[in-house]
């Protein structure tokens, strides 16, 4: 009867099976589980049994829920014996891992999470002490005594002269320094200590790069100083503390300054040269890549019209001029892309816009014919990339209001700016004065210098208007990015068919070998530039490392004992992608699913938010993590960042977070993500991630006038529904689940071909689940009776994209009837 069954199910594509028992799931198997003690997957008929005809299966229940198929899958991709010849460390790390997590658990189903910091514990040296291990630490320390320098403290940040997240090579000097190669974080150094600060996407992965000369501080953590506090407790009163200018936004330097002046600290803008630069003697060349032009179908807007309104909002601020250094505000306003950071389509330069004209600061070898005649079209003339400084100093001379934004603008420029405003207004106050003594009226003394430090009437420090204008997209910027992620669900959908294949197969695949192969599918794509960040690809424990990149000599095998989460983007030339999706390759334990379907649940929660106009985005960040906070779980990262239009991946102002600080409303036409997760140290990671655009809701009511807004979603690749306990999902949620398939069956199978179809078809299929309770004798009856399943599937065929519906009856005592219309999930109590 077994065998007859399994044919059955195998033919019909249905399989059934009770909680208690470990179905054979085909790989990503799109049915949702259920907790109850019988649960039935009833995905779509597969395109070639679309037209079949009506199926009737009659078996026994006792059979039907005692029956436990065999368990999928054979023997690991390497077997421990092996891998402990091959990669100790690997096997190590395992072992590691296993002990972790059984040291997680605590009685019941509560976790307690070890906490990272005791992996450390114990190592020598592991206080930080900066004893004679560390060279780099020793030379640059030694530059400290230096007249030209005579620091006590050096503090080096990740970013570079624009404050990008992502930097060329020759400018990752704390990466360098340090060897954490995190995207964020700051290092200090004193005379005689050490420390990194880094947030908490990064603990993990910092731990494993520190040498033991470093302290590692957790960001966010109680009880954890920030930087400025931990100089003022180690240092005696009176120190010189040294930053680099070009790599300190104005803003974060004069907080810095402040902060330590309460010990009578000093700060020191050594801007000069950089004192990582003095001893980085293999030092990488500065990026030379030719620009190119971002097509008009793409931009949607030109650059003259984009001038003349970045002009306008100058003329109602009474400002002359306006610095721009982000790098991907200037690519923006200029219609330009570049290829001097990895992953981030912009290029290094500076912008001044003037009322009459602009000038770009760019190295000449980077601006092609093609560009030099694009930029002269829209009246901005060239100029060396080092002589900012110098024009900013001109500008001042002649009185130009200037408009800068000191949250990312570096304090060299702004420095020189008030140096030379200052100069200027002195030599006004020399002329008033001779007026004066001349015999001129009082009144017509200039403004005097001391105004510098009263406001600065010659500079405005305010948000950049382009941020705003670039975050909220136009027509045709939206319809690039939502062209992009279609071609990129193709090939993901594409990769996670191979992968299944390979996995099935026993072939051995390691995290890196994973990452290149979805290059490769993706390069396949029309349009395809690069990835948009260093793909996140983590097996096990590696996942709970929140932005872990897996290198060749490091990296674990793929296997089906854990979780894998891959976080992966792409640039193209009409739009970026990011996306996270998390599977198992084998079978999912209860608390893996729990956690999982509690992250799915924020990401619903936040998916189908409406929210008044002008408001901002951590307000909605409860949403996405109140499903995890109802069992003392949580996570260490924001929510959601906007995205740019084939630009930087991570895209200000906007974003979603707990970080109650950004009051930047979400607006119409900004695109953000949607990215909750869990992650339990040395175990697994779980993340879910889809981009949103923020669109305007039509609504029956307006309260107070006010416009409410909603969310469309951008990324269309399945959500592996085996890890899905439905018995804690509403029926809202599970109607979302299968709207969401849905959507993804119908935009991205005319993409793929035939064999990826058939996946596709599997992993968007839906299911049709209903929960047996006992209720006095109900239980008994039902028990003794047949449960009949009748099966008709009315598809057609799968070229019109068309789901079937299905019809299922069961008859204990009498009929309860109940009908699937649309690939709607239902549930049943009896």
């Known amino acids: 009867m077994y065998n007859f069954c399994n044919r059955l199910a195998v033919r019909s594509h249905l399989i059934l099976a009770p909680h208690h028992s470990h179905p054979a799931p085909l ?64 096997y190590a790390d395992a072992d590691a891992a296993a002990a972790s997590a059984a040291e997680s658990r605590s009685s019941g189903d509560r976790v307690v999470a070890r906490p990272s910091s005791e992996l450390r514990m114990g190592r020598p040296g592991g206080s930080g002490t900066g004893v004679a291990g560390d060279e780099k630490l ?38 360098y320094l340090t060897g954490f190669t995190g995207s964020a974080g700051t290092a200090v150094v004193t005379k005689e200590k050490a420390a990194l600060w880094t947030d908490g996407r990064y603990f993990l992965q910092a731990e494993k790069q520190l040498s033991p000369d470093w302290i590692l501080m957790r960001s966010g953590n109680q009880g954890v100083p920030t930087t400025s506090e931990w100089l003022n407790d180690v240092l005696p009163a009176g120190c010189r503390i040294g930053i680099d200018p070009f790599l300190f936004s104005h803003d974060a330097a004069e907080e810095l300054k402040e902060a330590i002046s309460k010990k009578n600290h000093e700060l020191i803008l050594i801007k000069d040269f950089n004192l990582v630069d003095e001893i980085w003697k293999s030092r990488p060349k500065p990026p030379g890549k030719p620009t190119r032009v971002h097509d008009i179908k793409y931009a949607g807007v030109d650059v003259l019209s984009k001038l003349s309104s970045l002009r306008s909002v100058l003329v109602e601020n009474g400002c002359t001029a306006i610095v721009i250094s982000m790098l991907d505000e200037v690519a ?38 093609g560009v030099l005649d694009h930029l002269k079209s829209a009246g901005v003339e060239l100029k060396p990339y080092e002589e900012i400084l110098s024009e900013v100093e001109s500008l001042a001379a002649k009185g130009a209001k200037l408009w800068l934004d000191t949250s990312c603008v570096n304090a060299a420029i702004v420095s020189i700016f008030r140096s030379a405003c200052e100069r200027h207004f002195t030599r006004l106050a020399t002329k008033s004065r001779k007026q004066l003594n001349n015999g001129a009226s009082s009144d017509l003394i200039s403004i005097k210098s001391e105004d510098i430090r009263n406001g600065i009437p010659n500079g405005l420090y305010k948000v950049s208007p382009v941020a705003i204008a670039k975050a909220v997209k136009n027509k045709a910027e939206i319809e690039g990015m939502k062209n992009s992620h ?39 794509q029309e349009g395809f530039i690069d990835t948009s960040f260093d793909t996140i690809s983590g097996y096990g424990a590696n996942g709970a490392v929140i932005h872990y990149k897996p290198t060749s000599d490091s990296c674990s095998f793929v296997g089906t004992d854990n979780l894998f989460l891959l976080d992966s983007g792409g640039q193209y030339v009409d739009g970026t992608t990011d996306i996270t999706r998390t599977v198992h390759f084998g079978e999912p334990s209860a ?36 499903s995890l906070w109802k069992v003392g779980l949580d996570y260490r990262h924001g929510t959601g960042h906007g995205v740019g239009a084939a630009l930087n991946v991570h895209e200000g ?14 607006q119409n036409g900004m695109i953000v993500s949607n990215e909750p997760g869990y992650y339990e140290d040395h175990s697994f990671g779980i993340r879910i991630e889809n981009l949103l655009l923020v669109k305007e809701v039509d609504l029956p009511n307006s309260y107070g006038g006010i416009g409410f807004l909603g969310f469309e979603k951008l990324t269309f690749v399945p959500i592996q529904s085996k890890l899905i306990d439905t018995s804690l999902l509403s029926p809202m949620e599970i109607k979302w689940v299968n709207d ?15 064999a990826v179809r058939d996946w596709l078809w599997r992993n968007t299929s839906h299911a049709a689940c209903w929960t047996l309770k006992s209720r006095g004798k109900m239980r008994t009856q039902l028990m003794s009776t047949c449960l009949i399943l009748s099966i008709s599937m009315f598809a057609r065929p799968i070229k019109q994209q068309s789901p079937p519906s299905y019809s299922f009856v069961l008859e204990p005592e009498k009929s309860y009837a109940l009908e699937v219309k649309k690939r709607v999930f239902l549930r049943i109590n009896l």
Request: hydrophobic residues 45%.
């Open 332 to 369: 923006w306003l200029l219609n330009m892309r570049g290829s001097d950071v990895p992953n981030s389509p912009v290029f290094y330069s500076y912008l001044i816009v003037e009322i009459s004209h602009a000038t770009l600061f760019v190295d000449n070898n980077k601006v092609t014919p």
């Open 591 to 626: 608390w893996q699913k729990e956690c999982f379907t509690r992250v799915l649940q924020g990401h619903i929660a936040l998916d189908q938010a409406i929210f008044p106009e002008r408001m901002p985005g951590f307000v909605l960040d409860v949403l996405a993590r109140s």
């Open 653 to 666: 102002p906007q974003s979603i977070s707990f970080r109650f600080g950004n009051l930047t409303a979400l």
């Open 740 to 754: 969401y398939h849905s959507q993804v069956w119908e935009k991205v199978s005319p993409l793929v071909n035939v």
């Open 486 to 524: 279609l071609r990129d669900a193709a090939a993901l959908s594409e990769f996670w068919c191979w992968m299944e294949q390979e996995v099935k197969n026993n072939l051995t695949l390691t995290e890196v070998a994973v990452a290149d192969k979805l290059f490769e599918f993706r390069k396949q």
């Open 27 to 90: 790989p990503m198997e799109s049915a949702l589980f259920s907790s109850s003690p019988l649960s039935a997957f009833v995905p779509r008929s597969p395109p070639s049994l679309a037209s079949r005809p009506l199926r009737l299966l009659s078996l026994p229940f006792s059979l039907l829920i005692h029956h436990s198929p065999p368990p999928r899958g054979g023997p690991p991709l390497l077997p421990r014996r092996l891998l402990r010849r091959f990669s100790p460390a690997a």
């Open 138 to 175: 020793r030379s640059l320390r030694e530059l400290f005594a230096r007249p030209d320098v005579a620091i006590d403290a050096y503090i080096i940040p990740s970013q570079d002269a624009h404050q990008s997240e992502f930097i060329a090579e020759c400018f990752m000097r704390r990466a």
